[in-house]
């Protein structure tokens, strides 16, 4: 087995994974530590080690409130921010390989994951994200850490002002980029095939894996090909900030830190530095203020517009996508709308005067009751957005893959498909889960993994199962044939149409939103 191997910065010992045939590569630095004054900067290179670095144990997770302290209540503390005891630090960009190969010729595909959190929070070294099944299919999972909240994410005009790179903002997408061009630069030395790299990421990860499509700094030399999960679509509500907004919100924060001068706010102590933030969040929260959050930022570089005007006009890389949702991601569309006439308000925005009357008409508007019109535009949010998206994306001849993800999740708390529920399932970690899963669901997450190993050895998910069958075939999305792979209790292509009113409310979006 590839137990030590190079990189370009030293050599690195990686430790046998539960399957002895695995090597995890733990830790691996692929970026300067982000401290002192290259903190609210870009990523740098690595610096050399003499000897070779023990890759055993993960890495610091990026500066945040400790997983797991919060809410014992919230779902997610139950479901996997078990370890209180987490090291963490600003020195905290490296990454994680999990590879089957005996040998560095082996060309094997890569998948590179970004974990979720909103981008303030989340860490690569979550138990559900073990790239064991991943590997034992023939692909090389490689996990990157990347700064969150404040660290990852600040803008400032003295920021601004000192950027020599023009990396104003931003930091934490930059990070991702950086891993993924170590990866182009280093995989080959682990087995992997540089020239076969998919993005892939979950939440805030499926977001960040749709921001680095979008930006004019990537290029498909790097990537080829993307998934995004619940990573929302064309969301025609979502706000990113420009770069003057986002410095607002940083000169706040630095007059209440009481510095002087950007130099001054480097020098304050990393913790100490998170305590004051939260601190400031919580205190904007109170006042009503759009503090409670940072993140992505329409910086004019790495991000030159709102993200979702960057996919009306389909300007992404031109590399197939996967990308869906957890039927528990959003709720449906209309579901909070507290009367008709609020859903008809809601319409009217979305597709627009007359393309809205249409939809309202079709939905029997002026006869049905709130309950009954909300039965007849029935569709989940993030479906919604996601579905848009593809619809402009094969538009343009691009090739898409859509999916719904909606099992039965066992449980005392009787949870539903809900938002990262999907996670257990991709990445087949079940039996690290407390949930008493059965037969049913380690089949539907074999399938699973099957299905994002498979397209991201050739850009098709469809293949054999285990067993040597067939799996059910997944067709590529169309606008004639605009139809998900449901996995449920059991995986199946549903070639069912969305209801009529919900089906000319996305077309009448589209005429709205780029067929103008």
Known sequence: MLRVTKTE??????????????????GIPFAAPPVGELRWKGPRPAKDWEGIRDCSAFGPIAMQKMPGLGDPNNIYTREWNVDYELPTSEDCLQLNIWTPAKSTDERLPVMVWFYGGGLNEGHPSEMEFDGERIARRGVILVSVNYRVNMFGFMAHPWI????????????????????????????????????NITIFG????????????????????????????????????????????AEQIGIEFFDYLGVKSLEEAKAIESFELMKKMYEFQAEGQKKGLPRWRWGMVVDGVFMPDNPTELLKQNKRLPVPLMAG???????????????????????????????????LAAADYENADLDALKAALSINGQRFSVELMHMRAVEDGLTDYFYSFGPEIPGWDNPGAFHSSDLWFVFETLAKCW???????????????????????????????????????????TNEAPYSMNFEDTSYFNAKPELPAVKLLLEKAADKAWRK
Not at 333 to 351: T, V, W
Not at 450 to 465: C, I, Q, V
């Open 160 to 195: 601004t002002a000192t950027a020599e790179d023009k990396c104003y903002t931003n930091f934490g997408s930059y990070d991702q980029r950086f891993g993924v061009q170590w990866v182009k630069r280093n995989i080959a030395n682990f087995g992997g095939d540089p020239d």
């Open 202 to 245: 979950q939440s805030a990860g499926g977001r960040s894996t749709l921001f680095q499509l979008l930006s004019p700094l990537n290029d498909t030399d790097h990537i080829k090909k993307a998934i995004s999960m619940s990573g929302s679509g064309i969301s025609l509500t979502m706000h990113y900030p420009t770069l003057a907004e």
């Open 325 to 359: 949702h957890t039927t528990g991601d959003m709720g449906d569309l209309f579901s909070r709308a507290p009367s008709k006439e609020a859903i008809r308000d809601q319409i009217l925005a979305i597709a627009g005067e007359e393309g809205g009357r249409e939809v």
């Open 435 to 477: 949930r008493p899963f059965v037969g049913k669901h380690y089949d539907l997450a074999r399938q699973m993994c099957n299905y994002w190993t498979n397209f991201a050895k050739t850009g098709d998910p469809n293949g054999l199962d285990q067993n040597g069958t067939p799996m059910p075939r997944w067709e590529a999305f």
């Open 9 to 26: 910065n030293g050599m690195v010992r990686g430790v046998p994974a539960a399957d002895p045939r695995i090597t995890a590569f733990k």
